[in-house]
């Protein structure tokens, strides 16, 4: 399962401290998770035949062995800290599940 997160940075949040924050903390954090089998974060740079911006200034892209075990994982206190963080930079983020075909 995959679970795909779009979301722009609140108003006043530095994408600089953002992404120190996301690779420092975010990252090794998620993928330190026994659930995850894969997190990365992408920034988004353009719409692919436009010179329109993006909708959303980043994606995370969350691979996971089970639903079950991703919501025990980030239900965990301590992960509680990085959920925290990640809500202090984010403006109502957009969470899609997804199957494989």
């Known amino acids: ?5 779009l979301f722009n940075l609140k108003p006043g949040a530095s994408r600089e ?3 120190a924050w996301a690779r420092g903390t975010d990252i090794p954090g998620v993928n330190a998770l026994g659930s995850v089998k894969a997190f990365t974060v992408h920034r988004a740079t353009g ?3 436009s010179d329109a911006a993006p909708p959303y200034d ?4 969350i691979d996971i062995r089970g639903m079950d075990e991703f919501v025990a994982d980030v239900s965990n206190p301590e992960f509680q800290k990085v959920a925290a963080g990640f809500g202090q930079f ?3 983020p957009t969470f899609i599940l ?3 075909l």
Do not use: A, K, S
């Open 58 to 61: 980043y994606i995370e892209v």
């Open 98 to 100: 997804t199957d494989d």
């Open 47 to 49: 719409l692919f035949g």
């Open 90 to 92: 984010t403006d109502n």
């Open 1 to 5: 399962m995959r679970i795909i997160c």
């Open 17 to 19: 401290g953002y992404e």
